[in-house]
């Protein structure tokens, strides 16, 4: 059965580093989204792609956080200058349009990301 | 804003039923999911129900809908001990992409 993976499971960067998160959605997808739970705390919407463009964001996806669809198959996430609040797992998901008016979300297994 | 609240914590014995409630505030959702999260592992969709249904039946699974109320429940059957897991309900409007999550219910099957 196809699935969303995600690289690496576990990075440690140290505050103010750049990270990149990496995604390679199910192949036939075309929707796009990054989520991120903070231990304990609620899974929340990050940011949605369609069409190499952002459709929607999140107001904690501020100018620290960029995605990208480099090739056809990777979809990243870029923080830029990592602050010790971005320490949470980050999942990837992606979608088809099935035509019924849902866009059923598959996950990726997510990476847990530690800002020291 | 939107809101989906979940209870905590939920601990049943093995072969009972289990049934996981959520409550959300936004009138236009147009359909809710089940989510299952087992530790160290993603969120694998379980099911969905669209929001002019009242109920989903799915082997084991049922999905109860209150639109009225707002209130989403899932019903396990013949609970097991790998069923024990984090279940999260999300809600996804119309016009937008994103879900919202709730806080997510931790249930614990005994045997």
């Known amino acids: 059965e196809p699935e969303v993976t995600q690289t690496p499971s576990h990075q440690v960067t140290q505050m103010g580093q750049e990270v990149i998160l990496r995604c390679v959605p199910i192949?036939?997808?075309?929707?796009f989204y990054w989520y991120r739970q903070i231990l304990g705390q609620k899974v929340e919407f990050l940011v949605s792609?369609?069409?190499?463009?952002?459709?929607?964001k999140s107001e904690i996806f501020d100018d620290q956080f960029s995605v990208e669809r480099p090739d056809g198959s990777n979809f990243t996430l870029k923080i830029r200058s990592t602050k010790l609040e971005d320490s949470a797992m980050y999942f990837c998901?992606?979608?088809?349009?099935?035509?019924?008016?849902?866009?059923?979300?598959?996950f990726g297994p997510g990476t847990r990301l530690t800002v020291t | 804003g939107e809101d989906v609240e979940q209870s905590l914590f939920l601990s049943v014995r093995e072969g009972d039923s289990s049934v996981i409630n959520c409550t959300y505030t936004?009138?236009?959702?147009?359909?809710l999911y089940w989510y299952k999260q087992e530790p160290g592992a993603g969120l694998q969709l379980l099911t969905y129900?669209?929001?002019?249904?009242d109920m989903k039946q799915d082997q084991r699974l049922t999905v109860l809908l209150n639109k009225k109320d707002k209130h989403l429940s899932l019903r396990i059957a013949d609970t097991q001990t790998g069923d024990s897991a984090i279940y999260f309900c999300?809600?996804?409007?119309?016009?937008?992409?994103?879900?919202?999550f709730g806080t997510g219910t931790r249930l614990k099957v005994l045997a």
């Open positions: 999300a809600e996804e409007t119309s016009g937008t992409y994103k879900y919202i």
């Open positions: 129900i669209f929001s002019n249904m």
């Open positions: 998901a992606s979608s088809e349009d099935l035509g019924t008016g849902t866009y059923e979300q598959y």
């Open positions: 792609f369609y069409n190499n463009e952002i459709s929607e």
């Open positions: 936004d009138s236009s959702s147009t359909y």
């Open positions: 192949s036939n997808h075309l929707y």
